[in-house]
Nanobody
Framework: QAQLVESGGGLVQAGGSLRLSCAAS????????MGWFRQAPGKEREFGAA????????YYADSVKGRFTISRENVKSTVYLQMNSLKPEDTAVYYC?????????????????????WGQGTQVTVSS
């Protein structure tokens, strides 16, 4: 079982950058595909980025591709989301999520229903 805690959110001006972190507990973190999702007020939760348990593959939503980078450090049981060139429409609560554990290579998934474990979220606000 994985427990996830996000940090790094805050208020930033448009064009700025933030780096989110998600610390996971549990001995099998390295076996989980990890994802970042976000939810803006009045909108459904949407997929942002995912990374495979081996860090050999990444997958991005079109809305963040080229601006956001997902990475992980299994020795620290942490996954990151580097967000650059932020826009006001990136304002949302950002959640990390875990899909697994995996024992074979599984395609990265964008559906929130595929992820069993979720953090509490961290607020990101981008001012214009």
């Amino acid at each position: 079982q994985a427990q996830l805690v996000e940090s790094g959110g805050g208020l930033v001006q448009a064009g700025g950058s933030l780096r989110l972190s998600c610390a996971a507990s549990g001995r099998t973190f390295s076996r989980y595909n990890m994802g970042w999702f976000r939810q803006a007020p009045g909108k459904e939760r949407e997929f942002g980025a995912a990374i495979s348990w081996s860090a050999g593959g990444t997958y991005y939503a079109d809305s963040v591709k080229g601006r956001f980078t997902i990475s992980r450090e299994n020795v620290k049981s942490t996954v990151y989301l580097q967000m650059n060139s932020l826009k006001p429409e990136d304002t949302a609560v950002y959640y990390c999520a875990a899909d697994g554990p995996m024992y074979t290579s599984v395609p990265l998934r964008a559906s929130a229903s595929a992820y069993e474990y979720w953090g509490q979220g961290t607020q990101v606000t981008v001012s214009s």
